[in-house]
């Protein structure tokens, strides 16, 4: 991934850690991918597809969110902080159910344990830039 | 557009109103399309291009937002009312952004104020929606 | 919608009549919506899951392929000719493919029925496009 | 990333080769993540901005192209070869068309240069599937 050269090569510094913003940007879209393969391959469990019915949906939300977190974390240019703080609070809830549901699964189909890791590894890579982004907001709220 | 029927037709009630859910998910994707083709007009626009650097990200985030949430709000399958209601919130800042900002541009660039209408519109709906939901969560937390 | 709008406000004309890229953007949007609706009501099918797998897969690509397809024909500055005629091959291709299968459910999933409507008019407002550009892009390469 | 996890728990073994399965999902997020930061990096180039709208405009194209043909490659279940055929289709060309953009201006921003290489690798991992996937309709069509 280049996430770390394209930050670097931004004309404007971010407002949060340049590492935890590479970190974050490279958890949203591997979750995102995590989730979409994993509907994926719930849709060819056979008998099993409607038990994981659940599973799918929450795998095909987490997924659009991730991506669309993804890309306005990566735009860098003015961003808006309560957009940005807004959209990580969403990606971190459908990150945590995603994973709660995946782990209920984790022990029959492994693509639902690995896609759960995704979740996990998302859900914190995000609550870390959303408290550096909360300082941010409180600093400049008081200066 | 096919989205009252689509409702209409899907196994499961919604739980909210149909005709809010209805009008909230036309909004969306219309918001959407505006947004985006907002972002190619201002590029469009010669030596006004730099002015307009920041209507153009906020149309970009806004128009990936409104499809997320317009795309949430139509699965209907076991929706996680704390998902719903985030990227709802999500979705009502970005376009509150996205319509202020494309208002300052209004008088000099048509398809700003047009833009600006359809967020506006966005933004109403889902305040809607939002509300409805909230108060589905409250009745199903004191039950 | 305020796809009409947005076209006529843009400061520069499409290569494409006007109405019949409306149309398109429009269908594109709606069929999108309609397919992912269909993915979430099949989803919702309880014993019969199974039986609408590949629908459920076939509506995610087919939904997707839409909305890039509607949102690289609404950004209109400065279009490559080649990107939209191969995306819109690939709007084309799916939609088809998605309609046909949506169709092998129409008399048992009313939300499929609705669905394969959808579908049918996007790739009709593809071709029409797809037709008007190939005509453009002769007609260019012969001056 | 997970992958190679999870294109090796995936119920059903994949069409193509599983090595270049994933480079190629790699390489398509990879992109869409270099083209939107590079978007978002343009517009924060001042008076530069208007020079480099084309460079904003086939980013932000590929980028949406690149994560479609992301999650397509990445369902795995049951896909159509025609469907995946004429997205990689469009996906090279957008690839093709936006490395030659950046590279344009890549001596005088690097985060064109950077997203132009992850556009070349994009492109070439796609040829690679895609030419797999042309032997393998080839075998299915003669037997």
């Not at 977190?69 to 959209?87: E, H, M, W």
């Not at 996990?120 to 609550?127: K, S």
Request: net charge negative.
């Amino acid at each position: 991934m280049h996430v770390q050269e394209m930050i670097r090569t931004h004309p404007q510094p971010p407002v949060v850690d340049r590492d935890a913003l590479a970190r974050c940007i490279d958890a949203c879209f591997d979750c995102a991918q995590s989730c979409v393969a994993c509907a994926g391959a719930c849709l060819g469990e056979a008998e099993h597809v409607q038990r994981l019915a659940r599973c799918i949906r929450l795998d095909q939300d987490c997924a659009e969110i991730c991506e669309v977190t993804g890309n306005i974390l990566s735009r860098g240019f003015q961003p808006d902080p309560d957009v940005i703080a807004r959209q990580l609070a969403a990606c971190i809830v459908v990150c945590e159910r995603c994973a709660q549901e995946c782990n209920r699964h984790a022990s029959e189909h492994e693509h639902c344990r690995v896609c759960a890791v995704a979740c996990r590894q998302c859900l914190e890579a995000c609550q870390i830039v959303a408290g550096q982004l909360d300082g941010h907001r409180i600093a400049a709220a008081t200066h």
